[in-house]
């Protein structure tokens, strides 16, 4: 009896290899309407921010100038020149060209600033911008990780009213997802302050020192509602865009990956990182690309020296200069919406390969409003002849089937 022998053709290398998804994450980032959203979501945060320097007014204090100087940088101008290859060979140049880090380090600055405030007023300040964060990313990072769920799980493209109208309808537990653990943080502070107040009366310190262990307890659970959020918090996006759940649901997700597979957690994160600094390169060499030979173009009919006249750094054409700015920030600022539509992307993708090792969930499982409903068994009727047979109604679900009898 001869055997059979096979050949393997192909090798499905993200089945074998899920963590290679995290790669896809620079393609789904460069999707226009993730840019679009993202670009637009930063200019709202830097906006807002800025307004709410003005409320605090510039004779405040030295920190609040600082934060506030931090805090108010438009995206076009920031720099965006590529890291050269000399760069590149340094861990710290990595980790400050990564798209991954600086979307983070900006996202979460208010909320980590805020706990270190030297005064009451600094801690206002940095409270409002971090909730004006939260406001805007709740709708614009909502709607991209909503719309890398779907690519990633469904090889789809969801449509802007699609997005719209998935992130309208769970707008609440992507904003009160984040502010669960904070308040917990402070209820339990407020709880040691009024322990604290006991030392104000030497007589009682020993009542402290006694109940110190409470003390630890209260630190303690601080500590894991802080950490947990910290690292957390782009996983509670990534829950509530691909489970279609609640902010309780988010924070159960996101504290479970968080402390279950944290080594898990922070390979991903790493590697996510890494990818992130390449695309982030190909992206600047491109946008760089765009500038430079769109201008080298119109120079060839106008002249190097004429559109340099024209629109150089002390060009006369004052009015077509300003257009022509504006239509060069405009561009600026959609690339450096790679930075944040890359952050909630691969946040999203991190998630589900998380969901995968603590839930054992595949990873083409996603809540899509349009088919919430279970296909059930069709429902049979008694024929003429006692023999059961198919309705030509559809089945209900959660409904049981008609009787046979």
Not at 82 to 111: C, G, K, M, Y
Not at 131 to 143: K, P, T
Request: glycine residues 10%; charged residues 15%; negative net charge.
């Amino acid at each position: 009896m001869s055997e059979e022998r096979g050949a393997i053709r192909s090798i499905a290398w993200r089945h074998v290899f899920p963590s290679l998804r995290l790669f896809s994450a620079v393609r789904l980032a460069l999707n226009f309407k993730a840019l679009l959203l993202a670009a637009i979501g930063t200019v709202g945060t830097v906006a807002g921010w800025r307004v709410l320097g003005q409320l605090f007014g510039d004779e405040q204090s030295a920190a609040v100038s600082l934060e506030k100087s931090v805090a108010e940088v438009w995206p076009w101008e920031r720099s965006l020149l590529a890291p050269s290859l000399d760069q590149l060979t340094s861990l710290e140049a990595w980790r400050t060209h990564s798209p991954l880090v600086i979307a983070w380090n900006e996202i979460s600055l208010p909320f980590r600033q805020m706990y270190e405030a030297p005064s009451l007023t600094t801690f206002a300040y940095l409270l409002t911008c971090a909730l004006w964060a939260l406001i805007v990313w709740s709708f614009f990072g909502g709607a991209i990780t909503r719309l890398a769920a779907v690519a990633i799980a469904r090889h789809e493209n969801a449509s802007l009213g699609e997005l719209t109208r998935f992130v309208n309808s769970r707008l609440q537990g992507y904003f009160v997802a984040p502010l669960f653990p904070m308040l917990g943080t402070l209820l339990v502070g407020l709880l040691l302050a009024g322990l604290g107040l006991l030392l104000r009366i030497e007589y009682l310190a020993i009542v402290v020192a006694v109940v110190w262990p409470l003390v630890l307890l209260g630190g303690f659970v601080m500590a894991f509602l802080l950490i947990g959020l910290f690292f957390g918090f782009p996983l509670m996006w990534g829950a509530i865009s691909t489970e279609g759940t609640d902010s309780f649901g988010a924070l159960s997700h996101s504290y479970s990956y968080v402390y279950q597979r944290p080594l898990h957690y922070l390979a991903y994160g790493v590697m996510a990182a890494l990818v992130g600094v390449l695309g982030w390169v190909l992206v600047t060499l491109f946008l760089e690309a765009i500038l430079a030979l769109s201008a080298w173009g119109v120079s060839w009919g106008s002249g190097g020296e004429r559109f340099q006249r024209l629109f150089g750094p002390e060009g006369t054409a004052e009015a077509a200069s300003a257009i022509l700015g504006f239509w060069t920030n405009c561009l600026v600022t959609l690339a450096y919406g790679f930075v944040f539509s890359y952050f909630w992307t691969a946040s999203t993708a991190i998630y589900f390969l998380l969901r995968r090792l603590v839930d054992a969930t595949e990873l083409d499982e996603i809540f899509m409003p349009g088919e919430s409903e279970q296909h059930g068994l069709p429902s049979l009727k008694t024929g003429a002849d006692g023999v059961p047979t198919v309705t030509d109604e559809p089945a209900m679900a959660g409904k049981d089937a008609p009787s046979t009898s």
